[in-house]
Antibody
């Protein structure tokens, strides 16, 4: 069974740091791109960051670029999100998700987040 | 960035009703549109990819349609377990963006 389990959430100080982890199991972790998506309280979903399987390419939303760093350890089947210079607006449930490619009958490839973990809550407050 | 707009923001329907949720993109995204279902305390679940392709294991009462800028998620006969919040998401270009969600309640 494919599973993603996030950890590392908690209370962070404004300007401080937190490191989230996502332990993957049930699939060949190293061949998949992985992403972080967050959901602020009472709000919708916001893509945060993506890293390719090799770890060679990373992408960030403008809201976290320069403050957050996504990384992975394929030997440990674990995805990370280093969160620095935390702001109140970073308060959210953070989900990790696998980037999965799907092919339709005509051979077109579509990418979706599937599956998702259960999330870990990050609260930024003094 | 591509803006995704869903409507309605919430709805209440009875078991057996046909439910339709719409999603509009701020620019054309072909059929690069996914639909997810979120339930309290759980991560979202993929329902539809490529606008109309049903994810394996998802009941056939769910269907998706549309291309370009206008898309629809339809539940043909609402079941008690279909409560939750539904999100569309474009996978045409980064940054990947989501609609604001449609909360579905069972009357």
């Amino acid at each position: 069974e494919v599973q993603l389990l996030e950890s590392g959430g908690g209370l962070g100080q404004p300007g401080g740091s937190l490191r989230l982890s996502c332990a993957a199991s049930g699939f060949t972790f190293s061949i998949y791109a992985m992403s972080w998506v967050r959901q602020a309280p009472g709000k919708g979903l916001e893509w945060v960051s993506t890293i390719f399987g090799s770890g060679g390419s990373t992408y960030y939303s403008d809201s976290v670029k320069g403050r957050f760093t996504i990384s992975r350890d394929n030997s440990k089947n674990t995805l990370y999100l280093q969160m620095n210079s935390l702001r109140a607006e970073d308060t959210a449930v953070y989900y990790c998700a696998r980037d999965q490619d799907y092919y339709d009958s005509s051979g077109l490839v579509f990418r979706a987040f599937d599956p998702w973990g259960q999330g870990t809550l990050v609260t930024v407050s003094s | 960035d591509i803006q995704m707009t869903q409507s309605p923001s919430s709805l209440s329907a009875s078991v057996g009703d046909r439910v339709t949720i719409t999603c509009r993109a701020s620019q054309t995204i072909s059929t690069y549109l996914n639909w997810y279902q979120e339930k309290p305390g759980k991560g979202p679940k993929l329902l539809i990819y490529g606008a109309s392709n049903l994810q394996s294991g998802v009941p056939s009462r769910f269907s998706g349609s549309g291309s370009g800028t206008d898309f629809t998620l339809t539940i043909s006969s609402l079941q008690p377990g279909d409560f939750g919040t539904y999100y569309c998401q474009q996978s045409y270009s980064k940054p990947w963006t989501f609609g604001q969600g449609t909360k579905v309640e069972i009357k």
